[in-house]
């Protein structure tokens, strides 16, 4: 299986660099995981929010393969424990899914026409992270997931 992870700008903090780097290496054990940086839009301050959001909906869509589960990191969707989301995991894998698509939205979240393409929405918390945070906490729940599913001592009940 690969899994891609979209995301909009780069992080700019070296503490959530570090992290990222982290897992993604301890991630690349068990999957072929790609994370694809959309650049930050220029001259956003002079863009309304809904601008802003359509220009990077169309960067979003044109780096989504076209085969593959495609599942938004929004607050409205569905929550997992970190259990539960290892079982969804394993359930894609079961299924046959080649390759699962991550979008981690900019500051102002989605567009329509990227939320028509998503197959699934997750949510990480019902609290509100920067987008740069949800990429550290998405890429360790990932990682939490494959070690949950090969019996790592990671996890703990």
Known sequence: MKINLIVVGKTK??????????YEKRLSKFVNYEKIEIPD???????SQSEIKQEEGKQILARIPEQGW???LDDKGKMFDSKGFAVWLNDKMVQGQ???TFVVGG????????????????SLSKMTFSHQMVRLFFV??????????????????
């Open 98 to 100: 080649k390759q699962l």
């Open 107 to 122: 500051a102002y979240g989605f567009s329509d026409e990227v939320y028509q393409r998503a197959n699934q929405k997750v």
């Open 41 to 47: 839009l220029k001259n956003a301050k002079k863009r």
């Open 70 to 72: 495609v599942v938004l």
């Open 140 to 157: 360790e729940q990932l990682y939490r997931a494959y070690a949950i599913l090969n019996n790592l001592p990671y996890h703990h009940e």
């Open 13 to 22: 903090k070296d503490f959530l660099k570090d992290g990222e780097q982290e």
